[in-house]
């Protein structure tokens, strides 16, 4: 179960599952590209003082399972890890900027769901199998 945390006069858990797709569904994430992002990602998550706790991609795709605080909303989070992922892949690998006419790497919609510690132990496994073939 995700760990209980305190802020100034409230108590919480927050996870979410999130998903997201490379632009046209190319499979680009592969080799030192996905090492990369996802290194990436755990520093924007950092800075942005939140945690990722599972991440996998599978070619195409990427999944997070994210803890966060309640001054965390969703779509800044979003923002934040797909903006500044795009522009560190696009400046350290601009072989993936030819493949993607129109300049975005990522597809502009996600998927986001409440993870509860009834369901987490399964979200967890599902992230990390993905790629498993």
């Avoid at 996905?34 to 942005?48: C, S």
């Avoid at 493949?99 to 399964?122: D, R």
């Amino acid at each position: 179960m995700s760990e209980i945390k305190h802020g100034r006069g409230y108590v919480y858990a927050i996870q979410y599952h999130i998903v997201w797709c490379v632009k046209y569904r190319h499979k680009i994430l592969v080799e030192e590209i996905d090492i990369r992002l996802k290194e990436i990602l755990i520093q924007i998550a950092t800075d942005n003082n939140f945690t990722i706790s599972e991440i996998k991609s599978d070619f195409d795709h990427v999944h997070i399972l994210v803890d966060c605080s309640p001054q965390h909303s969703v779509p800044s989070m979003i923002k934040a890890l797909k903006g500044v992922s795009a522009r560190h892949l696009f400046k350290e690998f601009p072989k993936i900027k030819k493949q993607l006419w129109g300049g975005h790497l990522w597809n502009p919609s996600y998927f986001v769901a409440t993870v509860s510690e009834h369901t987490e132990a399964q979200i967890r496994t599902y992230i990390q199998n993905q790629k498993v073939k």
